[in-house]
Each structure stands twice: as C-alpha cells, then as structure tokens.
C-alpha cells in the first residue's frame, strides 16, 4: 500500500494505492443476518450487485440496495453489529447504492473499531471497485463514491479501476482538517 498527501492552502487531498484486491461469495447465512442487523429484507437488495466478500486490503461486506431511502435510513445496534463483525472478520460493512453506472452512494458502518459509521473509507472504496470490476460492472475504469452524506460529512472518493481482475485500486479524495 502506498500512500499520497498534499496541501494546496487550505485544501488537502490523499491518495492510497490499495494491495491486490479480491471478492468472493459470502455465506448466506452472514447476508442474512447482516440484513437483519439493518432491518432490511432481501426484496430491498439490488440484484445486479449480488452481497460478495470483497477484500482492498481488508474485509468488506458489500450489500448494495435498490433504493436512495434504504440506504438513508440506516440504523443498528452497534454492540450487535461489533459481535457480528468481529466472529465474520470483517472490518465494515460496505452498504451501497448505485446512482449510475459510475455513481455510487456508501455507508460504512464500522462497529469492529467501535465507530458507528466511517465518513470516508478508502479501504472499502477499493474493496468495492474490485468487486464492481470482478462483475464486470460497466464502471468505465472509474467511479465516483459519496460516503458519509447521511451523517452531516459528506466526502467524495475517485476509485480507478485498472481491467486486469485482481490488481490494486488508486482511491483519491479531499480531506477536512479535524481538531
């Protein structure tokens, strides 16, 4: 992995190049339960991004839903979602929903680390491209996530996605000074 920043005044941006990434089928039996965390049922799954295990250099869920609102009204128990992702060895739970062909809105709960939800996770937006390119989603060899607009810090992450299945992802975004 490697890692870029730069400030230009009172602008940052950062840049990882991810490690290989890979996806595979999740148990149905992890899908379900981690539907049933959220509330959600499968009839609000969107069948052209099936759930997957996908791994940028850790391991990811990815549980993409048909519709904005779904994703909008996240909710769980974040002591029950820790459980559940510390006995899958998952490190967040990468809850999607596709805009567009390029155009992807994220939710990343992370109760493994004892955070409700991350605002940008460059991780699981590599995770995630891998996934799309292992489809063979129609990505264009780039996407657009936004993540962390339904907990008030909105951040936009540019995933470039090379064709040869399996190589590593470059995710680029601004960041926000925190104090």
Same mark, same amino acid.
């Given at each position: 992995? *490697?890692?870029?920043?730069?400030?230009?005044?009172?602008?940052?941006?950062?840049? %990882? @190049?991810?490690?290989? *990434?890979? $996806?595979?089928?999740?148990?149905?039996?992890?899908?379900? @339960?981690?539907?049933?965390?959220? /509330?959600? $049922?499968?009839?609000? !799954?969107?069948?052209?991004?099936?759930?997957?295990?996908?791994?940028? /250099?850790?391991?990811?869920?990815?549980?993409? !839903?048909?519709?904005?609102?779904?994703?909008?009204? &996240?909710? =769980?128990? %974040?002591?029950?979602?820790?459980?559940?992702?510390?006995?899958?060895?998952?490190?967040?739970?990468?809850?999607?929903?596709?805009?567009?062909? @390029?155009?992807?809105?994220?939710?990343?709960?992370?109760? $493994?680390?004892?955070? =409700?939800?991350d605002p940008? *996770?460059?991780?699981?937006?590599?995770? !995630?491209a891998g996934?799309?390119?292992?489809?063979?989603?129609?990505? /264009? /060899?780039?996407?657009?996530?936004? @993540?962390?607009?339904? &907990?008030? &810090?909105?951040?936009?992450?540019?995933?470039?996605?090379?064709?040869?299945?399996?190589?590593?992802?470059?995710?680029?975004?601004?960041?926000?000074? &925190?104090?």
């Amino acid at each position: 992995i *490697t890692v870029e920043g730069r400030r230009d005044g009172d602008a940052f941006a950062g840049a %990882l @190049q991810s490690p290989p *990434t890979r $996806s595979y089928a999740a148990e149905p039996e992890l899908v379900l @339960q981690s539907l049933s965390l959220f /509330g959600y $049922s499968q009839n609000q !799954l969107d069948s052209r991004i099936p759930p997957s295990l996908a791994d940028g /250099g850790n391991k990811h869920l990815v549980i993409a !839903l048909s519709e904005r609102a779904s994703l909008s009204a &996240m909710s =769980y128990d %974040l002591d029950v979602g820790r459980k559940l992702m510390n006995e899958a060895g998952l490190v967040t739970i990468i809850l999607v929903y596709a805009a567009a062909e @390029q155009v992807f809105h994220v939710r990343n709960p992370f109760a $493994s680390g004892g955070v =409700y939800e991350d605002p940008a *996770t460059g991780s699981a937006a590599a995770a !995630l491209a891998g996934y799309l390119r292992d489809l063979e989603w129609p990505h /264009g /060899g780039r996407i657009e996530i936004t @993540q962390g607009e339904d &907990m008030g &810090m909105r951040s936009r992450l540019i995933a470039d996605i090379p064709s040869e299945r399996g190589s590593s992802i470059r995710v680029a975004g601004t960041a926000r000074l &925190m104090e």
